[in-house]
């Protein structure tokens, strides 16, 4: 079963609010990605810290997808990423937007928003968060893409939500809730 197609029960993990929605939890872990175009799913990441959660949605065909990317790129680590992909920016994203086109969105039509890459240690040596950041601007870049949308950077931890009735896409940290 790949990540995407994982639907185990997230029933102990909905938030209340959306347990009284209705809504399906998607839960995506780390080095994860999950797709839908159910209108009752919601897809959320949990602690984004220096890892960088990125979504993709097509309004049209109303089909999104998020993922929780570790690490910049596969680089030096190619036996890991062929075993998963969605550890790295590079790889994982670029999968993301593939599986989303094999079911009927259209590159052009995606709008792409990203959450998180924060530098959670003060960490000056290694910088993980900003290298993921840096790594999707260029994979966007390359591809002619840009984010609508970002909150990323700083350092606190961040959950994200992707509604996939409407494509909203909320972040929520330390108790606040911000659209993106």
């Known amino acids: 079963m790949t990540a995407s197609q994982d639907h185990t029960d997230t029933s102990a993990s909905i938030p209340p609010e959306e347990k009284r929605s209705g809504r399906d939890l998607l839960i995506v872990n780390i080095s994860d990605m999950k797709l839908s175009s159910k209108p009752e799913d919601v897809i959320v990441t949990y602690s984004l810290g220096s890892c960088l959660g990125v979504t993709a949605y097509d309004p049209v065909v109303k089909v999104g997808g998020m993922i929780h990317c570790l690490l910049p790129n596969a680089s030096g680590a190619r036996g890991k990423s ?27 039509r995606l709008v792409f928003m990203a959450a998180g890459g924060a530098n959670m240690r003060n960490d000056t040596l ?32 961040r959950t994200m939500f992707l509604y996939l009735d409407t494509g ?4 929520r940290s330390f108790g606040k809730e911000t659209d993106l």
């Not at 909203?168 to 972040?171: A, G, N, S, Y």
């Open 82 to 108: 062929r075993n998963n992909p969605y550890m790295f920016v590079n790889t994982g994203v670029a999968m993301m937007v593939r599986q989303l086109m094999d079911k009927g969105a259209e590159r052009g």
């Open 168 to 171: 909203r896409v909320v972040v």
């Open 126 to 157: 290694f910088n993980t968060g900003l290298r993921n950041f840096e790594a999707l601007e260029k994979l966007l870049s390359r591809n002619k893409v840009s984010l609508t949308s970002k909150q990323v950077g700083g350092t606190i931890p």
